[in-house]
């Protein structure tokens, strides 16, 4: 029989999390020079859809929104696989160091003493 640890379902950042790091990824290929300019006007025209008032879905109360949703996931998901995948996996390297949690250099192990407060 398995393992009750086993069972478990690892950790995860959360959908707020992710989408932070997507973007943070997002803005770090657009300020590299290795990303080819052309490539950078996907997230552009993506942006630009979002303030423009044209939509391909007009006039349907809450699912007029569901495009601008759609192109901009389609817009982020297409430049991060366009990009040359080493810059990608560079960068995703340096975000994952940055937001990394406490290795074990940084645990301090101790024992602990309750001190009773006396009265007199």
């Known amino acids: 029989m398995a ?3 086993d069972l478990m379902i690892p950790p995860q950042g ?3 999390k992710e989408l932070v790091a997507r973007l943070k990824l997002i803005a770090r290929l657009m300020a590299d020079r290795r990303v080819s300019p052309w490539l950078k006007l996907i997230p552009i025209g993506a942006l630009i859809y979002l303030v423009s008032p044209i939509d391909l879905i007009m006039g349907i109360p809450g699912v007029d929104a569901l495009d601008d949703t759609a192109v901009l996931w389609l817009g982020s998901y297409l430049f991060i696989e366009f990009c040359p995948q080493d810059v990608v996996s560079e960068h995703i390297k340096a975000l994952s160091a940055k937001t ?6 940084d645990i301090i192990e101790a024992e602990s003493v309750e001190v009773k407060d ?3």
Request: charged share 40%; hydrophobic share 25%; no cysteine.
């Open 3 to 5: 393992d009750k640890k």
């Open 14 to 16: 959360g959908v707020i």
């Open 100 to 105: 990394s949690t406490a290795n074990d250099s």
């Open 118 to 120: 006396v009265k007199k």
